[in-house]
């Protein structure tokens, strides 16, 4: 549901470019990092491709408003163990996705560079996968957590910039989620 509100919000500033002042697309990919530690002595620490797209709204040449689908990716932990029946394979799997909204505070330094920092809140999604010598379980779960980034843009032309960024999620439980992405933004 919420990726398709998003689609919807992206059609219609492509749909109303003469309404659309201000209003610009965005897109980003890079790597993700899932830290999350599982049972016993085992942890899951690992990266994986992360990508976004969301739009945004300039309030001024100072802020700017956004609102984006972020896939953060999946990590795997797997292994073999023993008990009095032998020995079995298991594997644990997360996935996370989050639906973010953040303010971001711009500062320009010179005519075509902007650094920024993020703050806002994203609703994460995570979904855990255990398959345990045959025995699949699967938890889905969702909570809104909070998420800052800095990162910095290059104006290429007035419509289109490039920029990259660093951002992280407030942690949630013993689960820490981080990006570093280089993506693009084009404005109206």
Do not use: C, H
């Not at 998003?6 to 610009?24: E, H, I, K, Q, R």
């Amino acid at each position: 549901m919420k990726k398709q509100i998003l689609l919807a919000g992206v059609l219609s500033a492509l749909t109303f470019p003469a309404m659309a002042d201000g209003f610009y697309i965005l897109g980003d990919i890079g790597k993700s990092n899932l830290e999350y530690p599982a049972f016993d002595d085992l942890a899951l620490d690992e990266s994986d491709t992360a990508y976004s797209i969301g739009v945004g709204f300039d309030l001024n040449q100072f802020a700017a408003i956004e609102v984006a689908y972020r896939d953060f990716g999946s990590g795997q932990d797997s292994g073999i163990d023993s008990d009095e029946f032998g020995d079995f394979e298991w594997t644990d799997t997360l996935s996370a996705s989050a639906f973010q909204a953040s303010i971001l505070g711009k500062l320009p330094v010179g005519d075509r560079v902007d650094v920024f920092g993020r703050i806002g809140f994203a609703n994460l999604e995570v979904d855990y996968d255990t398959n345990d010598g045959g025995f699949k379980t699967s938890e889905s779960n969702s909570k809104t957590r909070g998420l800052f980034g800095i990162g910095a843009s290059y104006n290429l032309t007035p419509e289109l910039a490039l920029r990259a960024e660093y951002s992280q999620y407030a942690k949630w439980d013993d689960l820490k989620l981080s990006a570093l992405t280089l993506g693009a933004t084009y404005r109206f």
